[in-house]
């Protein structure tokens, strides 16, 4: 991984994904360090002239009417992070506090928020050594800032609370000294410009829309292994077909699946059965797998819109001119992580009902349960309910954060995103639907082996049933299953199974 540059232009999320996964190098431009002197720079100059500044001058939400004298304004600031960081439950892990802290680079980056260079400084040197504060997951409703979650983030800066460094959890002080560093001191509105914010809901969407993208490409690679292996037809993901409706991931998905499938004996040796019409779990593939990626690209270019925003309030845009605004508030991002949670929903949905299919059995070709014996074993019975109990789970997390909304700061904030709760659950989400793909692909790839083993399969599925082959015993009978489904999701989760057809045939 090479060294990122923060500078005032847009990134995009490819470049920030990295972070997710490990530590790595991050540098401003020249550009940016000067909009961030320059920013502080007006600051000072609307503070002298007398200005009142929300969250400088004054109090904070309902607060705002109480004028604060500048020989409290520094305590203001602590005050501010202190009480703010009321975070509970579990903490985030390593990849999105690291993004979060990136996110937040770059809003400040802008030159819209009146920081000193020093802070911007103490988040880069953060980010460099990967000290890592301690975020708890819960307690943002994604309006006003991720306002709970950032106040954990900046305990960390000034030497206050938990931090991860060197494979150790310490205090933020200890970690500092170690590095070489020294407590960030805030000064007029630097806390306010750290708390405030949507990092920690657009850190989620960046890790959702990644893990997502890897899950719309395996829904068409699952989806194709099982349309062989049920012996359904391929001549209805023919582009011709497709090219009457104006859905390019309609397309898209299609085209997968056709190419996929080329040169199958298998799909040829059923080309003459009395077999009219396949269920709509395979001949619709296209139309929910392609829908769901239309979706996903929305999503995407929301993520990653607001990931390159200016996200603070008050805003500075001159010497002269301070405005205040909402751009703290999170609901596009809460609105595009609800949309894509439906979307992914929808792609394990229609792949527990092809599972589901082959538990009735396949004409004769295939005995019920995909069991050798039927009767004597059970075969995949409990994996089909499995996969059931997550597309109902599934259903309950797809239900929409972001139309739910809770007033607080005694009614100031009085609409709220839950932006990061979107988030979370959308993670949720992907993971199951992770599990359900891995089922359905250890039923088909069973399937085909032990009972289409002498035809040829496709092009693209051998490519996938010879990576299975090689990782789970694909002719026992029955045993314990999850360790095969296990093995086969961490194939998914590790991008294997996209990359390995990708080297065979043009996956979209």
Not at 107 to 130: C, P
Not at 317 to 332: L, N, P, T
Not at 390 to 412: C, F, M, R, W, Y
Request: aromatic residues 4%; charged residues 20%.
């Amino acid at each position: 991984m090479g060294t990122l540059t923060i500078s005032t232009n847009s990134l995009q999320l490819a470049d920030l994904v990295p972070y997710l996964n490990g530590p790595g190098k991050v540098r401003l431009s020249l550009d940016a360090r000067k909009a961030i002197k320059n920013s502080h720079k007006n600051l000072k100059t609307l503070l002298s002239s007398g200005t009142n500044i929300y969250g400088v001058n004054t109090g904070f939400g309902k607060l705002s009417t109480v004028s604060i004298p500048e020989s409290d304004q520094k305590q203001l600031q602590l005050n501010l992070v202190r009480s703010h960081a009321a975070g509970v439950g579990k903490p985030f892990d390593h990849g999105i506090t690291r993004l979060t802290m990136i996110l937040k680079l770059m809003t400040l980056s802008k030159g819209y928020s009146g920081v000193r260079f020093e802070l911007a400084q103490q988040l880069l040197d953060f980010i460099n050594h990967d000290i890592l504060p301690i975020i708890p997951r819960q307690g943002s409703v994604g309006a006003s800032g991720d306002l709970a979650p950032l106040s954990h983030l900046s305990m960390g800066l000034i030497g206050e609370g938990d931090v991860h460094f060197q494979d150790r959890i310490m205090p933020a002080m200890v970690a500092i000294k170690e590095a070489g560093l020294d407590p960030l001191v805030l000064e007029a509105k630097e806390g306010l410009s750290l708390i405030n914010g949507t990092q920690v809901s657009s850190a989620l969407g960046i890790k959702a829309v990644s893990e997502a993208e890897n899950i719309i490409k395996t829904a068409d690679i699952s989806g194709a292994l099982s349309v062989e292996a049920s012996l359904s037809s391929r001549n209805v993901f023919e582009r011709k077909i497709h090219a009457l409706k104006k859905h390019k991931g309609q397309l898209a998905s299609a085209g997968n699946v056709w190419r996929a499938l080329n040169k199958s004996k298998i799909v040829d040796s059923h080309a003459d059965c009395d077999r009219i019409q396949d269920p709509y779990s395979f001949r619709c593939i296209p139309h929910v797998h392609g829908s769901s990626r239309e979706l996903f690209n929305n999503a995407k270019e929301i993520i990653e819109n607001e990931a390159n925003s200016v996200s603070d309030n008050p805003l500075i845009f001159s010497d002269s001119e301070i405005r205040s605004g909402g751009h703290f508030h999170a609901e596009a991002v809460a609105q595009a992580l609800d949309v894509l949670s439906i979307a992914i929903s929808e792609i394990g949905s229609i792949s527990e009902r092809r599972i589901h299919y082959f538990m009735k059995g396949i004409d004769d070709k295939v005995p019920m349960f995909v069991a050798n014996d039927p009767g004597l074993e059970s075969g995949f019975m409990l994996a089909q309910v499995t996969a059931a109990a997550l597309v109902s789970e599934n259903k309950t997390l797809a239900h929409p954060a972001s139309i739910d909304s809770v007033s607080t700061s005694a009614g100031q904030e009085d609409h709220v995103s839950m932006a990061p709760w979107s988030g979370r659950k959308c993670l949720r989400i992907i993971e199951n639907v992770i599990q359900i793909l891995a089922i359905e692909i250890l039923v088909s790839a069973t399937t085909t082996v032990k009972f289409h083993g002498g035809k040829q399969p496709g092009v693209g599925t051998k490519k996938i049933l010879d990576l299975i082959k090689q990782n789970v015993n694909l002719k026992q009978g029955d045993h314990p299953l999850y360790k095969d489904i296990s093995t086969i999701a961490e194939l998914i989760r590790s991008v294997k199974i996209v990359n390995t057809i990708s080297r065979s045939i043009k996956l979209e």
